[in-house]
């Protein structure tokens, strides 16, 4: 609105200012060599008005014809810039359908139109791509290094080609030049991550982990969680030669992440082993209470060297008051229980999971031991054994659906960080297989395949067990020989001598040894009367071997490293 005021009084003024001067008397005279001219005023500003027309006429002429190749050019820009901008969109509309014919038919017009748009290089490389056409795709990527505008982009393009052809150093080459070329981006410091934690270079992953942070392209939480793994794998290294180094790495990964069992037990084995029990004791309880594990009681049981195995059962009731409601207090209660020969106290800790489906072929394997140990009664482990194959089964180290023996900073199978998870592995026909061999391996270590007696472990699938009786509870079928009356009884030569069968007792050496530790040596007869029938008598006195040295503070391999009693599938 103001504009048009001061435009109309623009106008006033102007028509008042023509006015005044053309009713002003006066004459113009113009003199020319030979000529004089004599008009009034009013027809000299007229004159002088149109003269100045027919300038700006003539000039607007002129500049137009200068200009109209830029004009014409600008315009046929325009159109082919138009054109290439339609052949882009339909072009990554067609990769992205896989469109492999119309990809590069738009990505031809796209190079014709904007041959040097950064989205035609990607357009003609993707196409290239779809057509099978790598060495091309290579080629574009490479040409894209040459400009500052297009290096990033060619730099993840070539690592990509180089991580589907496999090759790991030249992936490794195009990522750190990327990241030092632009430290903000987020996929060279994922995929160096990556890398490191595949070849295990735990300080690399920590140096990449600190770019990620700093540079805020990892959540906190995430970066702790992997910040705790990886100080614990460095800690498993230099756990053996450089017990300080690792006892300070696995007290801070335990100060990130308290339920990480690892880094406990590690913690608190060092410290153990140099008398500190309070200190390890105060670790492993941190832990427990939010990640109760076989690995953190059997290191808290051996905490103070030199304890008996009642002074271990003391510490483990301790424990066990903390969480009672979790499946391993009763189980790590009753195993140092069994070191302890304290039988009933065992059979009572078990007792709770001996219902419903908290049976698991740990607690089988635990009360065959039990069986084997106080009484000597084969037909009651091999009763248990065999419950052991169809139980449930117990909680492994899994990563990727397959179960491990110990805990591992990566999955040994994708390399990925902090994939080793204690869970229930997923049941399966394999899984089924392995606890077939691990029950037939218990039973011969056991010593009950001796004189004459050929025990017989038949597994067939069958329905889900019914709870009505405990032998029904396993989903197979235990043949023995005082279980077929219409099978001949074994002969034995005459006379009948007892021919002891005897093996060394050694420390476990095996998976299933340190399920059920050392087992004294039983003497096994050619039966006459059914096993059943014979009373039970208390076992012989016999020496009793721990499955390690009063005054260790406990291994990494242990009777409690793989609780569920079964061979890893890897």
């Known amino acids: 609105m103001i504009r048009v005021a001061i435009y109309l009084a623009g106008v006033l003024a102007l028509v008042a200012g023509l006015h005044w001067l053309a009713s002003q008397p006066g004459a113009i ?56 901008l339609d052949a882009l969109t339909n072009g990554i509309i067609a990769v992205g359908a896989g469109d492999r014919a119309l990809a590069q038919r738009y990505a031809a017009q796209a190079r014709k139109s904007l041959p040097h748009e950064p989205l035609t290089h990607l357009l003609r490389a993707e196409a290239a791509q779809i057509g099978g056409d790598r060495a091309t795709a290579r080629r574009i990527y490479e040409a894209m290094l040459g400009s500052p505008d297009t290096e990033q982009l060619g730099l993840r393009g070539l690592f990509l080609e180089a991580e589907r052809e496999g090759e790991r150093e030249a992936a490794r080459q195009f990522a750190q030049r990327a990241l030092h070329l632009n430290p903000k981006l987020g996929w060279p410091v994922e995929a160096l991550f990556d890398m490191h ?19 805020n392209l990892v959540e906190k939480r995430v970066a702790r969680r992997r910040r705790a793994v990886l100080l614990t794998a460095q800690a498993q290294v230099l756990e053996e030669e450089h017990a300080d180094r690792a006892l300070e790495l696995a007290l801070e ?52 060297p030199g304890d008996s195995p009642r002074d271990r059962l003391d510490r483990v009731r301790q424990l066990s008051r903390i969480t009672p409601g979790h499946p391993e207090a009763p189980i790590a209660l009753a195993t140092s229980a069994i070191e302890a020969r304290a039988w009933d106290e065992a059979r009572g800790a078990l007792k709770p999971l001996l219902d419903g489906g908290r049976l ?113 509870a396993a989903p197979l079928s235990v043949d023995q020989p005082f279980s077929e009356p219409e099978r001949p009884a074994p002969t034995v030569p005459e006379p009948q001598m007892q021919v002891p069968v005897t093996r060394p007792l050694a420390p476990p050496e095996t998976e299933e040894e340190a399920v059920l530790g050392d087992v004294p040596t039983l003497p096994v007869v050619a039966p006459a009367v059914p096993d059943r029938v014979r009373p039970r008598k208390p076992a012989e006195p016999r020496i009793f071997v721990p499955p390690r040295a009063p005054d260790d503070p406990g291994a990494e391999t242990s009777e409690l490293d793989d609780p569920h009693g079964y061979p890893s599938k890897a």
């Open 29 to 84: 005279i113009i003199e020319w060599p030979g000529h004089r001219l004599d008009v009034s005023l009013r027809a000299g500003l007229l004159l002088l008005a149109g003269l100045l027309s027919l300038i700006l006429l003539v000039w607007a002429a002129l500049r137009w014809v200068w200009r109209s190749p830029a004009v014409l050019g600008r315009f046929l820009d325009q159109r082919r810039r138009r054109r290439g």
């Open 197 to 215: 934690c595949r070849a295990h270079d735990w300080a690399g992953a920590l140096e990449t982990l600190d770019i990620a942070e700093r540079q």
């Open 253 to 304: 990964a335990h100060s990130l992440a308290r339920d990480l069992v690892p880094a406990t037990t590690i913690a608190g084995r060092i410290l153990a082993a140099r008398g500190k029990t309070p200190a390890a004791a105060r670790v492993l309880m941190r832990t427990w209470r939010q990640a109760p594990h076989p690995d953190l009681a059997l290191v808290y049981a051996y905490a103070r």
């Open 360 to 472: 698991t072929a740990r607690v089988c394997a635990l009360m065959a031991r039990i069986e084997g140990e106080q009484y000597g009664d084969t037909g009651r482990v091999r009763e248990w054994l065999a419950r052991a194959v169809g139980a449930a089964r117990d909680p492994a180290w899994v990563a990727d659906g397959i179960a491990y023996e110990r805990w591992s900073p990566v999955s040994p199978t994708t390399g990925e960080l902090d994939a080793v998870r204690w869970e229930v592995p997923d049941a399966g026909a394999s899984e089924r297989a392995a606890a077939t061999a691990l029950a037939a391996k218990l039973q011969s270590m056991l010593g009950l395949g001796a004189a004459g007696v050929e025990p017989r472990l038949d597994v067939t699938a069958t329905e889900p067990p019914s709870p009505a009786s405990p032998v029904a």
